[in-house]
């Protein structure tokens, strides 16, 4: 690839980029309305029934999939052929996992002693099929970066699933309320990627082509493997120690921050992976790209982490109900967690990106077996030990990934390092305003309460993001005024905040 079409990749990444944004920003905000309307109807236990089911299927997913749907959105060229091959598979592993499932589930609800979950996953295993016949059609999209079609699907496949849930759960189907938005979401997505990608596959299955894809996927299927073993384990760990009502509380706090991290990062990191894929043989620009990137990732994230850690003693009881209160220690630690652990997605997409799965797996085999050892050591001492926990490994994880990224990078550890220096003196700065508002306020209503201490934190973040983070402020400007564009905005508003 020439100079002159890697700087041509700029223009789709922004494009994508928005397009991104905004399907993140409109659905999870959609998502999240309708966990606020599920919390009022469905039980902690009902949710931590749930979470226990959906830990197993998306180990299922990567099975079906292997791996490929990354092969194929890094890979150099792949042929049409590589495409059917990588089709075929997931189907016949789709057709095969979806049955397995109601085989298993017996074994798994005696493993958790929790009544209810074999029938939640034979309720759960469509979605294994039709998961499994969407994956190459939207790898294609991915590839060929046609974001925006991405972003209608999600929006669409979201709010299609979240409006069955409401339904359901309002007419009394409880748990199944969780189990038909899952299906019914899979579905929507699944069938817009085919009419979207306008794609067929052929009746051909290459043995050299899927010798080739097994070498990539097998790093990409054990780390992922590994992450979801993690998460059974901390949920066994949990709920044997602290019962499904406490495996909900803890579900409920990580659905917060998920939503926050995907309300921001989450939107940037899709788009990253397939340029680092494009771009991996000219490295001063794949490092010059990351440092972007990692930067204007930061400066995003930590306005929101610190607005949950300092508000969720009020956001909590305001969103999900004051019977979930025990959620707010938890919600705070995982925030903290967020903010120690703001580039691992992005990192995570480049190893993937430049054909380094094997150094990713390795390093997350260390990392989560940690994890688990934490939470083994701290789940007697309540939800909010196994919460502060996962922020420490988070703290260990951040030092760990610092050194593999410059060795992959081959750039100094000095500038990376003291950039997450940075990442962490504007988290402080931030944290601080937040607090000595959160102090003055802390008699008012909830809702102004958290007004007062937005207002404080984006006022501080405002004042000292070009200080700490110049570029990440650079960046955010000129994403900003890209926006403003599209949307029909003015610049000048950015421009006289200093961010430009």
């Known amino acids: 690839m020439s100079g002159a079409e890697t700087e041509g990749l700029a223009g789709p990444a922004a494009r994508g980029l928005l ?30 029934l749930v979470a226990v089911a959906l830990a197993v299927i998306p180990a299922v997913y990567l099975l079906a999939d292997l791996g490929f749907s990354t092969y194929l959105v890094q890979a150099e060229n792949p042929t049409e052929r590589a495409y059917s091959t990588a089709f075929w598979y997931s189907t016949t592993a789709g057709l095969l996992l979806a049955a397995g499932l109601w085989l298993v589930g017996p074994l798994m609800e005696m493993i958790v002693g929790a009544p209810g979950v074999a029938a939640v996953l034979a309720g759960l295993s469509p979605a294994v099929l039709v998961v499994a016949l969407g994956a190459v059609p939207t790898a294609r999209l991915r590839r060929e970066m046609r974001f925006r079609t991405l972003a209608i699907q999600g929006f669409l496949a979201a709010v299609a699933g979240q409006i069955v849930a409401v339904v359901m759960a309002v007419t009394g189907f409880g748990v199944w309320a969780l189990v038909a938005q899952t299906v019914v979401m899979q579905l929507v997505a699944s069938a817009l990627a085919w009419s ?43 709920a044997a120690t602290l019962g499904l009502a406490g495996l909900g509380y803890l579900n409920v706090a990580q659905r917060l921050i998920v939503t926050a991290q995907e309300l921001s990062a989450s939107a940037i990191t899709p788009v990253t992976t397939v340029v680092f894929a494009q771009i991996r043989a000219h490295a001063p620009r794949l490092a010059s790209g990351y440092v972007r990137a990692q930067g204007m990732i930061s400066g995003i994230v930590i306005p929101l982490m610190v607005f949950i850690t300092v508000g969720a003693v009020h956001l909590i009881p305001l969103l999900f109900g004051d019977q979930w209160g025990a959620s707010v220690l938890p919600a705070q630690a995982l925030a903290v967690a967020g903010i120690l652990t703001v580039g691992a997605s992005l990192d995570q997409g480049l190893f993937y990106g430049v054909g380094r799965p094997g150094r990713w797996l390795a390093y997350a085999l260390v990392i989560d077996l940690v994890t688990v050892a934490a939470t083994f050591a701290l789940a007697p001492f309540g939800l909010a030990a196994v919460a502060w926990g996962f922020a420490a490994v988070a703290f260990l994880a951040t030092c760990v990934r610092i050194p593999m990224v410059s060795a992959l990078l081959l750039i100094p550890v000095r500038p990376l390092a003291e950039q997450f220096g940075r990442v962490l003196l504007l988290a402080a700065v931030v944290a601080l305003a937040g607090l000595a508002a959160a102090t003055a306020v802390q008699t008012w209503p909830p809702i102004l309460a958290l007004l007062v201490i937005g207002v404080a934190i984006v006022g501080g973040w405002l004042l000292v993001l070009r200080w700490v983070l110049p570029g990440a402020a650079s960046e955010l400007g000129r994403y900003g005024h890209k926006l403003g ?9 950015a421009r006289r905040w200093g961010i430009s």
């Open 485 to 493: 564009a599209r949307l029909g905005w003015g610049t000048s508003g």
């Open 196 to 238: 979207f990608a306008r794609w067929r596959p052929r009746w051909v299955f290459d043995t050299a082509d899927f010798a080739g894809m097994i070498r990539y996927g097998s790093s990409v299927v054990a780390t992922e493997l590994i992450a979801l073993s993690r998460l059974w384990a901390e949920n066994a760990i949990v």
């Open 19 to 48: 397009w991104t944004t905004a399907q993140k920003w409109v659905g999870r905000i959609s998502a999240l309305v309708t966990i606020l309307v599920l919390a009022r109807l469905l039980t902690p236990e009902q949710f931590g």
